[in-house]
C-alpha cells in the first residue's frame, strides 16, 4: 500500500512537472507574463511548487532573460517582485523553522519517556514522591473545602440566631 502512495505521489508530481513544462512553452509562444506565479497559475500549480523543483525555477527564470523569437525579452524582474519572492521564502523558511523545533521537542520527549520505559527505571524519585504529594494535597483541598462550607452554613445559623435575638431584645425595650 505505501509503494502504491508513493508511485501515485511520483506520478502526481510528473504530472504537474509536465503541465508547467507546458505552460512555461505557451507562455514563450505567445509571449504572456513570465513570472512564477504567471507559469504556476497557467499550470495550476501552486508557486511552491517551482521553488520546491530547481530545475523548474531555473527555466522560469531563463525564459524571463532570454530573448525571443521577435527579440525582445521576457517579463523584467522588478524589485518589487524579487522582494515579494524574498518575502515569501523567509516566511516559509520561518514556518519550517518554526514547525521543526517543535517536532524536535516532541521527539525528544518521546524518547525520554522511551528510554525510561526500557530502561526499568522509571520515573525518578522525586517525581514519584511528588506526585504522591500532589495527590495528598489535593485530598486535604476537597476535606478543607467541605469543612468551610459547613463552617459558613453554621456561621449563617449563628447570624441568623444574633439577629431574631436582638429583634426580641429591641422590641422587649
Known sequence: MT??????RQADSARRRQRVIKALNAARKDGSELSVSAIARAAGVDRTFLYRHPDLLAQVHTAQTTPTSDGSIGAPVTMASLRADLANAQARI?????????LETKL????GEQVWRE????????????????????????ELQATLGEREQELDAARAANRELFASMNKRH
Open 94 to 102: 520561518a514556518r519550517l523553522a518554526g514547525h521543526n523545533k517543535q
Open 108 to 111: 525528544s520527549g518521546l524518547l
Open 3 to 8: 509503494n502504491t502512495m508513493i508511485q501515485g
Open 119 to 142: 530502561s526499568g527505571l522509571g520515573a525518578p524519585a522525586d517525581v514519584d514522591q511528588l506526585q504522591r504529594q500532589i495527590v495528598i494535597l489535593e485530598q486535604q483541598i476537597v
